[in-house]
């Protein structure tokens, strides 16, 4: 990926069906109803892995499990543990591995344009640290559907139980979200959130130019600034099977204020240039 947000290539890519012209869910997306529901769609659930080899151990046997009908993507970001080697163990077709660590952000924009390249209706963020239970994917679809959303956040704060995250995250994650409804006028209870379902007509948008430093937070006002429309669907969150996160800073009173001047930038960047209709 270069210094523009753009995906340059990977080292190992898997192979799945041709791409397809349509870029939306029955060629609506946000604009209107659907005609289609989620056994009609092609969907690629997308596995972000940072030294994840402890966590996908688990996770990938659940994933074929419990979404049979779907197809999934790891995307090693340059792991220096046996993150590749466990995802290979399962197949040749369920790796992406980068040749040096990207980040967050770059290695779940590569999954995107992957699955945008491969004409894939639907692409759905699972991390690879196990806290996001497969046997959900579907209703996060679903929503995705049925609210004719561009983007589903699955979110841990619409109905009780599960993991929470700590006290001091909730504090920083309510910061971020209400910070994005000020630019934005629209609340999200979950904006730290990496579960997440997306329609072709954002992976379009996404494949080009995708947030690099803090994106769960920073797509979600993209999208909304550009006119996609945004939905959440309440979800059950997990502990962590192993590893570290990646956003474990979010502790830090400096982590959140990064991200919110991340998000003025983009907001002022961004003014003037019109919103997606």
Known sequence: MDMSGKTTGARHAVEFAPRRESDSLSQTGASGGHTETVKDLRVLIIVPALNEAESLEHLLPELYLKCPQFDFV????????????VARSL????????????????????GIRYAFEQGYDV????????????????SLVSALVEQGADLAIGSRFINS???RSTFARRVGIAVVSSWIQLFSGRRISDPTSGFRAMSRRLMKEFSNEYPRQYPEPESIYAALHRGFRV??????????RG???SIRSLESALYVVKICIAIAVDALRRTGNPARK
């Not at 790891?74 to 080697?85: L, Q």
């Not at 939905?231 to 962590?240: D, G, K, L, S, T």
């Open 74 to 85: 790891v995307v090693d970001d340059g792991s220096t543990d046996r993150t590749a080697d």
């Open 91 to 110: 197949g040749p077709r369920t790796l992406l591995e980068l040749p040096f660590n990207l980040g967050i952000g770059g290695a779940v924009q590569c």
């Open 123 to 138: 692409c759905v963020q699972c991390d690879g640290d196990g806290q996001h239970d497969p046997a959900e994917i579907e």
């Open 161 to 163: 139980g599960g993991f």
């Open 231 to 240: 939905a959440e669907h309440p979800v059950r969150m997990r502990v962590r």
């Open 243 to 245: 590893g570290q996160s």
